[in-house]
């Protein structure tokens, strides 16, 4: 009876003990990141399309065992829109039968003439120009005319003036279709680790162009913390050194994240799972705590915030 109240104590008090390091967390990040890098894409300059090279959708999806789909319906499945400027990929679910192109394609007028219809941009520049004016919007100016489209859903969502392309997007970006809003996780720590790590960086990968300045990543070793430091110490901010060339750096953080290590910290409450990272991204580098919630619809609340070196807006580091 001693030793059962023993391991009871001893396993309540790993459950509640702040600070304490996770190394499969450390492990399961590194995995999925390291094949994230391993994408790569290709373009062709005839098409103008971009297109993901090498990529094992079902191999990438199942290094997230931690997590099952909410309804056993639907599957997982992936879409790459790109072009010489941009790329992002979107994971989405959908019922088996269902073919994403084949779908909208059957919407359009002209199912095979690609230049049919505008993407929202080229809406916004028509209206801005003057070809294009919304109804109820004559007496407006351009730019007026403009943000009254936006406003106005009964405008900005009809899909009449849309492209294929415009279409696709409006359905991949739309909450309800999204996979990591569609995932239960396992009640534990790595369910937790895995559903934050999807629900935030799981559609890191193949980022091309302007979308790279969304890239975003975990660092969980310290020598690359003290690489970042290096790099930033040659790029100090001062009045007389370019914008793009400008770093500022918490020391005391700084110390701090060395003292006490990078490795995320995962702690099981009964208001939710609160798990601290430390993230790097175009801006800076960043130590945050995210709260998951222990119970549906899962939400994740970014807690806290901390700044540990900060990267001028117009310089991007290299990933």
Same mark, same amino acid.
């Given at each position: 009876?001693?030793?059962?109240?023993?391991?009871?104590?001893?396993?309540?008090?790993?459950?509640?003990?702040?600070?304490?390091?996770?190394?499969?967390?450390?492990?399961?990040?590194?995995?999925?990141?390291?094949?994230?890098?391993?994408?790569?894409?290709?373009?062709?300059?005839?098409?103008?399309?971009?297109?993901?090279?090498?990529?094992?959708?079902?191999?990438?999806?199942?290094?997230?065992?931690?997590?099952?789909?909410?309804?056993?319906?639907?599957?997982?499945?992936?879409?790459?829109?790109?072009?010489?400027?941009?790329?992002?990929?979107?994971?989405?679910?959908k019922k088996p039968d269902f073919?994403?192109?084949?779908?909208?394609k059957a919407t359009m007028k002209?199912?095979?003439?690609?230049? &049919?219809? @505008? !993407? *929202?941009? /080229?809406?916004?520049?028509?209206? #801005?120009?003057? =070809?294009?004016?919304?109804?109820?919007?004559?007496?407006?100016?351009?730019?007026?005319?403009?943000?009254?489209?936006?406003?106005?859903?009964?405008?900005?969502?009809?899909? &009449?003036? @849309? !492209? *294929?392309? /415009?279409?696709?997007?409006?359905? #991949?970006?739309? =909450?309800?279709?999204?996979?990591?809003?569609?995932?239960?996780?396992?009640?534990?720590?790595?369910?937790?680790?895995?559903?934050?790590?999807?629900?935030?960086?799981?559609?890191?990968?193949?980022?091309?162009?302007?979308?790279?300045?969304?890239?975003?990543?975990?660092?969980?070793?310290?020598?690359?913390?003290?690489?970042?430091?290096?790099?930033?110490?040659?790029?100090?901010?001062?009045?007389?050194?370019?914008?793009?060339?400008?770093?500022?750096?918490?020391?005391?953080?700084?110390?701090?994240?060395?003292?006490?290590?990078?490795?995320?910290?995962?702690?099981?409450?009964?208001?939710?799972?609160?798990?601290?990272?430390?993230?790097?991204?175009?801006?800076?580098?960043?130590?945050?705590?995210?709260?998951?919630?222990?119970?549906?619809?899962?939400?994740?609340?970014?807690?806290?915030?901390?700044?540990i070196f900060s990267i001028s807006?117009?310089?991007?580091?290299?990933?």
């Amino acid at each position: 009876m001693k030793n059962l109240i023993t391991i009871t104590i001893f396993v309540l008090f790993l459950n509640i003990i702040p600070g304490v390091a996770q190394p499969n967390a450390v492990e399961f990040i590194k995995k999925v990141q390291t094949y994230q890098d391993s994408i790569k894409t290709t373009y062709d300059e005839d098409t103008g399309k971009r297109q993901l090279g090498s990529f094992d959708f079902n191999k990438y999806m199942q290094m997230f065992n931690a997590l099952k789909i909410k309804d056993s319906h639907d599957v997982f499945d992936y879409f790459y829109i790109g072009n010489r400027v941009f790329g992002n990929p979107f994971i989405y679910i959908k019922k088996p039968d269902f073919d994403l192109i084949r779908h909208f394609k059957a919407t359009m007028k002209n199912p095979e003439d690609e230049s &049919e219809g @505008m !993407s *929202l941009m /080229q809406m916004l520049n028509s209206i #801005l120009m003057g =070809s294009v004016i919304p109804q109820n919007t004559e007496n407006l100016s351009p730019s007026e005319r403009a943000q009254y489209f936006l406003n106005d859903s009964t405008l900005s969502k009809n899909t &009449e003036w @849309m !492209s *294929l392309q /415009q279409k696709v997007l409006n359905f #991949l970006t739309d =909450s309800t279709n999204k996979a990591c809003n569609n995932v239960i996780p396992e009640d534990t720590k790595e369910g937790y680790m895995q559903y934050l790590f999807f629900h935030e960086y799981g559609e890191q990968f193949a980022l091309a162009g302007h979308s790279l300045q969304k890239k975003r990543t975990i660092v969980c070793s310290e020598t690359e913390v003290e690489e970042i430091a290096k790099r930033c110490a040659g790029m100090k901010c001062d009045k007389n050194v370019p914008q793009e060339e400008c770093c500022e750096c918490d020391s005391i953080a700084l110390a701090e994240t060395l003292r006490t290590g990078v490795s995320p910290i995962i702690e099981m409450r009964e208001d939710g799972c609160f798990i601290t990272l430390y993230e790097k991204d175009t801006s800076g580098l960043f130590k945050e705590t995210f709260q998951v919630m222990r119970s549906q619809p899962y939400k994740v609340i970014l807690r806290d915030k901390k700044e540990i070196f900060s990267i001028s807006t117009y310089y991007m580091m290299s990933f």
